[in-house]
């Protein structure tokens, strides 16, 4: 064989995809389905990790994994799930809310799919039953969808004065009928007037934080969404700017300066959707693994975001909050 051949060879095999230069070497493919963005999804990723770590699998040394992002336009979402189906993955772990997971579904009924989805997976056509998923899908219900009526509550509490609360929505949601509804009816029990504002787009963010000035709202509920997860850093200095006292559904939010959150620990969902990948990888089938259903729930307070917005946080929901940021 002559040189020049050899390193064609040689480059040619080193430009194959991940998935077929594992298979090739034995190495089982797990395919990462996600609605969000690399960037906004590194802890998550983190914790997905750890979780195939506890299985004994480690990227790089004897699992592969091919990561496909929708980067928050949740109509890729199809096509990256097909191209993971022809790259013959060994499991699919469909992340980044429901919308993920039903790619992952529409796309093949013989692959195992571990999603993670903040509604009913009954109710959505995922599984048959919480116990016995039946076909190749099971995974972990995050309630995060459910949520917003408890969010709602305790902005209420925190600031029981405002004549007004915007809400942020986004239309392309799956499960946006159902989270205007549950607002609305929470709303009507608490008798708080709401006004929600739909959002889709950085420039549809930026416009809907002016709508909620306009209209002088006195505190924001963002609805759960794995889209505005993409745009956390722009959503809370728009709540800054415009001074307005915000719940939101993720830790990482307070975190990063809004003002309180509310919801499932996320980072725990993804680790058990990486041990339930890492159980399919050693033989378990998706039937005989039962859907999890998140128990752990955080709440998170910023004083320094409260101080800055001239709050005083009530003593009871300080007392009551898993972590306070000071």
């Given at each position: 064989m002559r040189r020049r051949e050899f390193i064609t060879i040689l480059g040619g095999a080193a430009a194959?995809?991940?998935?077929?230069?594992?298979?090739?070497?034995?190495?089982?493919?797990?395919?990462?389905?996600?609605?969000?963005?690399?960037?906004?999804?590194?802890?998550?990723?983190?914790?997905?990790?750890?979780?195939?770590?506890?299985?004994?699998?480690?990227?790089?040394?004897?699992?592969?994994?091919?990561?496909?992002?929708?980067?928050?336009?949740?109509?890729?979402?199809?096509?990256?799930?097909a191209d993971l189906v022809r790259r013959q993955v060994a499991v699919i772990a469909a992340t980044g809310g429901t919308i993920s997971s039903r790619a992952a579904k529409a796309a093949t009924s013989t692959i195992p799919i571990i999603f993670g989805t903040g509604e009913d997976p009954v109710k959505l056509g995922l599984v048959a039953t919480l116990s016995r998923p039946g076909g190749n899908v099971t995974g972990v219900h995050t309630f995060?969808?459910?949520?917003?009526?408890?969010?709602?509550?305790?902005?209420?509490?925190?600031?029981?004065?405002?004549a007004l609360v915007g809400v942020?929505?986004?239309?392309?949601?799956?499960?946006?009928?159902?989270?205007?509804?549950?607002?609305?009816?929470?709303?009507?029990?608490?008798?708080?007037?709401?006004?929600?504002?739909?959002?889709?787009?950085?420039g549809d963010i930026r416009a809907a934080f002016a709508t909620f000035a306009r209209l002088r709202a006195a505190a924001l509920l963002v609805a759960a969404d794995p889209f505005f997860n993409t745009q956390l850093d722009q959503i809370v200095a728009l709540a800054a700017q415009y001074a307005i006292p915000a719940i939101y559904?993720?830790?990482?939010?307070?975190?990063?300066?809004?003002?309180?959150?509310?919801?499932?620990?996320?980072?725990?969902?993804?680790?058990?959707?990486?041990?339930?990948?890492?159980?399919?990888?050693?033989?378990?089938?998706?039937?005989?693994?039962?859907?999890?259903?998140?128990?752990k729930f955080e709440l998170v307070i910023n004083l320094k975001t409260a101080k800055a917005l001239g709050l005083e946080v009530p003593p009871g929901l300080s007392a009551r909050a898993d972590e306070v940021i000071e």
């Open positions: 194959l995809p991940i998935s077929v230069r594992a298979q090739q070497a034995g190495t089982p493919v797990v395919g990462f389905l996600s609605s969000r963005t690399a960037s906004d999804a590194t802890s998550a990723v983190a914790a997905f990790h750890r979780g195939l770590n506890e299985m004994g699998y480690f990227e790089g040394q004897n699992v592969a994994i091919e990561y496909r992002w929708a980067e928050g336009q949740y109509d890729r979402l199809p096509a990256l799930a995060i969808g459910q949520m917003e009526a408890k969010r709602l509550g305790l902005l209420h509490e925190l600031i029981p004065t405002a942020l929505l986004n239309p392309k949601s799956s499960s946006f009928a159902t989270l205007s509804n549950d607002i609305r009816d929470a709303a009507r029990n608490l008798g708080q007037e709401v006004n929600v504002v739909n959002a889709s787009s950085e559904e993720l830790r990482e939010f307070a975190v990063a300066g809004g003002l309180i959150s509310y919801g499932t620990s996320l980072l725990e969902a993804y680790r058990q959707i990486g041990l339930y990948t890492g159980r399919i990888l050693k033989g378990d089938k998706p039937i005989d693994l039962p859907v999890v259903q998140s128990t």
